[in-house]
């Protein structure tokens, strides 16, 4: 133990020399609060009992380090770095492979690490899977759902791997984590009736065209803003979706890649959605010609813009979509929403889960099912006809058989969340006691 005295603006304080893990030799200051004259003998003393409580909290960790099935080469320099900024580290050497939008939220990610693993001073080293499900617990306690859990892991996961592959760390502390369920997603939608005062209430709004196509085809907010010219074919009635915009920190991204390869697709032109754009496109020619040189004509492809030709922000699509709301007295939803209420309207009409699927370019059946086979009551009918029949009783209707039956599903679906039924069963039997 090496200790020395030293003294600053008439203070004495203790240094202690020492070497970690790396063998690289540091120094840790004390403040003994003790004056300059008179008082080093008394400050070396209380410099020693502060060395030794600091070497006890430092030998903490490498005796837990020391525990772990050390292999015969650990890159100790590396492996003492902080835990979140070993994993900031890798995050930087990704940022070629990842979109702006990704890279940009996966860096908020690593401010959330450095909350946690920071606080609790841990090194790479440290890091077992105790800690990460201390992180996941205290998350949870925080109101963290399951999804943003595991959207963690897409940097926990492949960094702990890679640390493991380069000998950082004596084990994956990952592979002893338990897989993070998943939660039942919590929509919102608005039936055939709501939406159709929707429409209404739209018409005329500076923003008409982007809020129809959200509406129409449940497009997702960067795909809306994406929608090109050339992506709509009025010969052939036909609207493509290849395209996307996204602003991360104020930097516009234009993009051909979506989020995933079954984004991209080609859907039938709806005459509603022909007719406002055929109205739209003539009015961008006006607005063209009254602007002059000052309207923006870097984005002359792009079907929705301002007045003065500038792109519409994506920020600014969901500002306006809830000034609206709360102007015409509508029910609040989110934008992303209207996508759902998309979606929850074909499944009332009883259009098959399939065709929803590719209608919304989900990537497999399995996202199209987990969000709204709970309110798939066609194929809840058909099930029900199928043991019914099978014992030689009557069938139920398979399907509605005009609007009005088609306005009471939806409103029982929309009753059945409002009173927090997951259930079919369950929403029944309570409304038998009703």
């Known amino acids: ?225 994406g929608l090109r010219w050339s992506a709509v074919d009025f010969e052939h009635k036909l609207i493509s979706v290849n395209h996307k915009v996204l602003v991360v920190e104020k930097e516009v991204y234009l993009s051909d890649t979506l989020k995933t390869k079954t984004s991209n697709r080609t859907l039938p032109l709806i005459a509603p959605v022909e007719e406002l754009l055929l109205r739209h496109r003539k009015k961008i020619e006006e607005n063209k010609a009254y602007y002059g040189n000052t309207y923006d004509m870097r984005y002359t492809d792009y079907v929705c813009v301002m007045e003065n030709g500038k792109l519409v922000y994506p920020d600014h699509m969901s500002k306006k979509f809830q000034d609206l709301l709360k102007e015409k007295g509508f029910r609040h939803i989110r934008l992303h929403d209207l996508r759902h209420s998309c979606a929850s309207n074909m499944l009332a009409a009883g259009v098959p889960m399939k065709e929803i699927q590719d209608w919304l370019g989900h990537a497999d059946f399995g996202t199209t099912a987990n969000v709204y086979s709970h309110l798939d009551f066609t194929a809840k009918l058909k099930a029900a006809n199928t043991i019914t029949a099978a014992y030689g009783g009557n069938k139920s209707p398979e399907k509605p058989k005009d609007d009005t039956s088609i306005d009471a599903l939806t409103n029982a679906l929309k009753e059945m969340k409002e009173l927090g039924f997951d259930s079919l069963e369950d929403y029944l039997a309570y409304k038998k006691k009703q």
């Open 1 to 225: 133990m090496t200790i020395s005295i030293c003294s600053k603006k008439g203070l004495l304080y203790g240094v202690y020399t020492y070497h970690d893990e790396a063998g690289c030799k540091k120094q840790k200051w004390f403040a003994t609060g003790l004056k300059e004259r008179g008082n080093k003998k008394e400050a070396k003393l209380i410099t020693e009992q502060m060395a030794i409580q600091f070497e006890k909290e430092r030998q903490n960790p490498r005796r837990k380090y020391e525990r772990r099935a050390k292999p015969d080469a650990v890159d100790k320099k590396q492996a003492s770095m902080l835990f979140s900024v070993y994993c900031d580290k890798y995050l930087e050497a990704q940022k070629d492979r990842l979109s702006p939008s990704v890279f940009s939220v996966y860096k908020h990610y690593i401010k959330v690490f450095k909350e946690f693993f920071d606080a609790r001073k841990l090194r790479l080293l440290d890091v077992t899977d105790k800690e990460l499900k201390e992180f996941y617990a205290e998350r949870r306690k925080q109101g963290i759902k399951n999804l943003t859990l595991k959207h963690y892991n897409c940097i926990l996961r492949p960094a702990l791997r890679k640390a493991y592959k380069d000998k950082l760390i004596p084990d994956n502390p990952f592979e002893f984590l338990e897989p993070i369920g998943k939660e039942r997603s919590n929509i919102s939608f608005y039936d055939k009736n709501e939406m159709q005062k929707f429409f209404e209430a739209i018409k005329g709004h500076p923003l008409e065209v982007p809020f129809a196509l959200a509406a129409y085809y449940g497009f997702r907010r960067s795909e809306v803003l």
